[in-house]
């Protein structure tokens, strides 16, 4: 359905209820306001509908708090859960002016489209995010003046292999990086995760695989790529698929990137790729069949890879992650399938599946803006020809001191603090 009159029709026709109204705060969030169907005419869907934008952290102050949702009806799908319910995405204006309002994530990731296409350098940016979560069957925590805890549980984790279940505990459940790939029983969420794929389709969300993740009670879904605003939009559909799915199963779902210590937190690495008249611009004859601008791009993730920080890994705890010894990337570099760099370049036979890896975001980011942010900086590397250095091929986890001085950009130090640049400071 791409016009306000279809949707009207289809209102009508199948006794839809209600029409939700979503869009991303800052944060990342997804926020929703439901509209009663009475209210839907075709008027309706192209004005808009007011809200108080005061009441969202970080836009406007109350004195200027009334904002415009203006659907974008392109983007209407039925929601999974919920009985008679539509859900359209809405970008977020000025109602005075109808100009798209500038804090508004998505609209930022619309500019970034732009701004590509502005440059010539390519009219399409593609991106598939692989986010990865974790799911448990209790979280408790309390902050108060005179104590503070949290605690997590999860019949998966290896923690419990000596606790006395009322049904008897059989002892099925990975070890400690040990939850790659087995199979049911010790993967005790094959049912939850097939429920949160057969539920996307209905969201617009194509998924191409589940599996289990390195860590107990880890999880990943495999979403197609799809083009920057509208793969932001699914990376919201996919976080509210898998929360709504572990909900319903009696067990709490989380992307936060290192909920557990000593363990592999949650990334969200992402496959990204700028095309031209349908043919890709980051097939070549270069280094792994990469083209000289996508050696350009990646030298501009990592020129700007702290700053990218802000965006792409933007909690506390997403430095708990950015440690030795777990799959995530520590340093600033690139290579062919070396899982230890920032940057990964994928193997692909065929020139229009030549991109690159960054490895490093994680899912608490807001996809719009991280998306954005990270293109921006590949497409200062194209325009200004930032070389990213020799490929490093071996474990970075492993180098000695002595070679890691030399590394151009080095991400985090870790464990070892050598004074130089890292992610955060």
Not at 39 to 59: K, M, P, Q, R, Y
Not at 278 to 306: C, D, M, P, T
Not at 307 to 319: A, D, G, M
Not at 368 to 388: K, Q, S, T
Request: aromatic share 10%; proline share 7%; net charge negative.
């Amino acid at each position: 359905m791409t016009t306000a009159k279809e949707i009207v029709e289809r209102i009508e026709r199948d006794g839809v209820d209600f029409v939700d109204f979503r869009f991303t705060d800052p944060r990342g969030k997804w926020q929703h306001l439901s509209q009663n169907r009475d209210t839907i005419t075709e008027e309706f869907l192209t004005e808009g509908v007011l809200f108080d934008g005061s009441s969202i952290a970080g836009w406007k102050d109350i004195n200027e708090s009334d904002m415009l949702l203006v659907p974008q009806l392109d983007t209407c799908v039925e929601d999974p859960f919920f009985e008679n319910l539509l859900v359209i995405v809405c970008d977020v204006h000025e109602p005075a002016s109808r100009a798209r309002y500038n804090r508004d994530p998505r609209g930022v990731a619309r500019r970034a489209e732009e701004y590509l296409a502005s440059t010539g350098i390519g009219d399409i940016a593609y991106f598939g995010p692989e986010p990865e979560f974790f799911v448990f069957d209790s979280v408790r925590f309390s902050v108060t003046p005179n104590a503070s805890f949290y605690h997590l549980d999860s019949t998966e984790d290896p923690y419990n292999s000596g606790k006395d279940y009322p049904e008897g505990n059989r002892g099925h459940r990975p070890g400690p990086k040990g939850g790659y790939f087995p199979v049911p029983p010790v993967d005790q969420n094959q049912d939850m995760r097939s429920d949160m794929v057969l539920r996307m389709p209905h969201m617009g969300v194509s998924v191409e695989k589940h599996h289990h993740e390195v860590a107990p009670s880890q999880h990943e879904l495999g979403i197609k790529y799809d083009t920057l605003v509208r793969c932001a939009d699914n990376v919201q559909k996919y976080k509210y698929v898998v929360h709504n799915v572990a909900e319903s199963w009696g067990k709490t779902a989380t992307f936060m990137p290192k909920p557990v210590m000593a363990d592999n937190g949650s990334g969200m690495h992402c496959h990204q790729s700028i095309w031209k008249n349908g043919k890709s611009v980051f097939a070549g004859n270069g280094y792994q069949g990469l083209s000289q601008e996508a050696l350009w791009y990646i030298g501009g993730i990592i020129k700007h890879g702290r700053s990218l920080n802000l965006f792409t890994n933007p909690t506390t705890n997403s430095y708990k992650r950015l440690v030795p010894g777990y799959e995530a990337p520590v340093f600033l570099a690139y290579a062919a399938r070396n899982r230890s760099a920032s940057c990964l370049i994928p193997h692909a036979d065929s020139p229009g599946a030549k991109r690159v890896e960054v490895r490093f975001p994680d899912a608490a980011a807001n996809p719009y803006l991280a998306f954005a942010a990270m293109m921006m900086a590949g497409i200062d590397g194209i325009l200004n020809r930032i070389d990213p250095g020799k490929a490093l091929e071996r474990n970075l986890y492993e180098m000695p001191e002595e070679e890691i001085v030399g590394l151009p950009q080095p991400a985090r130090g870790g464990a070892r603090d050598l004074g130089l640049p890292r992610f955060s400071s």
